[in-house]
């Protein structure tokens, strides 16, 4: 099954940045929002920060002024840069694409961050 490719995880202590990266491969066109999500354990997966194709964007009220989603159209890519790190943002992180044809959305196998306090 075509996946998104995720790579930029890992461990960071607390206040650190830390940037992720989310790849399409070619056979995935036309990608309309694309997104991050994490799913921290016990916990529902929840929307941290989605960007449109024309470069809007939104975030969960946790994440605002810390972390910011971009994207590169050309190279199918989103990045998550996110800075001020904190213990609760520790989670695996999720890679999510849009698109207007079957199935409609793809998704990344998650990457694991965890930060210590």
């Known amino acids: 099954q075509v996946q998104l490719v995720e790579s930029g995880g890992g461990l960071v202590q607390a206040g650190g940045p830390l940037r992720l990266s989310c790849a399409a491969p070619a056979n995935i066109f036309s990608i309309n929002a694309m997104g991050w999500y994490r799913q921290a354990p016990g916990k529902q997966r929840e929307l941290v920060a989605a960007?449109?194709?024309?470069?809007?964007?939104n975030y969960a009220d946790s994440v605002k002024a810390r972390f910011t989603i971009s994207r590169d159209n050309a190279k199918n890519t989103v990045y998550l840069q996110m800075n001020s790190l904190k213990p609760e943002d520790t989670a695996v992180y999720y890679c999510?694409?849009?698109?207007?044809?079957?199935?409609?959305?793809?998704w990344g196998q998650g990457t694991q961050v965890t930060v210590s306090s």
């Open positions: 960007i449109t194709s024309s470069g809007s964007t």
């Open positions: 999510n694409g849009r698109v207007s044809y079957y199935p409609y959305m793809y």
